[in-house]
Structures are given as structure tokens and as C-alpha cells.
């Protein structure tokens, strides 16, 4: 199990933003998101960068926020794909800059096996615990 449930489910969001580039053009570029609601790159970083120890110690988030140490060099490749596109960039350049520049392309390809592989053990962890919890009932 997973110790805080609401920082993994924030990190499933995290990366199916930094996976898809037609979200990212209307949210983070053009500003189109819901009526409350505010998005950004800058979100996205300030939780795997700040909020947390995705960004500098994956390893000690096994547990915590990641389920398996399978997802820990998931997260250092997404890591090492965002620190390249701020080598190329720097710090303060605009959402639609960091996400046109050519680095950008492995960004979306390393949040996108992050999410694949993290959502596989989320659906595999539901069903070991409904299996669990059909054998208590029985």
C-alpha cells in the first residue's frame, strides 16, 4: 500500500499532463482549462521538483508516493528529460517555449511509459485488494 494515496494520484495527473502535447498547447499555451481550475508547466514542476523528493531522491518515495521500485528509474529518465530541456532553455522561459523546443519530444515520451507503467500497478494494486478483500469475506 501506498502511504499518501492523494501525492500518487497527484503524480498520475502530473504525468498525463507532461504526456500530451494537445493538452499542454491548450492548457498551458492558450490558457483554455475549466472555470476555477489553473494549470501549468510550472505545477507540474513545483511537484516533482519542490512538493517532493521525485526530482532529487526517487528511491525514498518507494512506498510513500511510488508503489514498486520499478517506477523509481521511470521517474529519474522523466527527471533527466525536464533537467535537459532546462539545460537548453533555462529557468524562466514560457510554457509554449519549453514545450516546442526539441527536448521537449523525450519529456513526452518519458512521462508517457511513466504512466503506462504506474497505471498498470495501480489497476494491478485494486485488484489484489478486491481479491483480499474477498477472501476476508468469505
Same mark, same amino acid.
Given at each position: 500500500m501506498i502511504r499518501f494515496p492523494h501525492l500518487r494520484q497527484e503524480l498520475i495527473e502530473t504525468l498525463q499532463t507532461l504526456a500530451d502535447s494537445e493538452y499542454q498547447q491548450q492548457a498551458?499555451?492558450?490558457r483554455n482549462v475549466p472555470k476555477g481550475m489553473e494549470d501549468s508547466f510550472d505545477i507540474a514542476i513545483h511537484f516533482l521538483y519542490d512538493d517532493t523528493? !521525485?526530482?532529487d531522491n526517487p528511491e525514498i518515495t518507494v #512506498? $510513500?508516493? !511510488?508503489?514498486?521500485? /520499478? /517506477?523509481v528509474p521511470l521517474i529519474? &529518465? $522523466?527527471?533527466?528529460a525536464l533537467d535537459h530541456v532546462f539545460? &537548453? $532553455? #533555462?529557468l524562466e522561459a514560457t510554457d509554449e517555449e519549453y514545450i516546442n523546443?526539441?527536448?521537449w519530444e523525450q519529456v513526452l515520451r518519458t512521462a508517457k511509459v511513466a504512466l503506462l507503467v504506474i497505471?498498470?500497478?495501480k489497476r494491478?494494486?485494486?485488484? !489484489?485488494?478486491?481479491?483480499n478483500k474477498n477472501v476476508a469475506i468469505k
Open positions: 498551458w499555451v492558450e523528493h !521525485l526530482a #512506498g $510513500l508516493i !511510488l508503489e514498486k521500485s /520499478e /517506477e529519474k &529518465a $522523466l527527471i533527466e539545460e &537548453a $532553455l #533555462g523546443c526539441p527536448q497505471n498498470k500497478n494491478q494494486s485494486v485488484l !489484489l485488494y478486491q481479491d
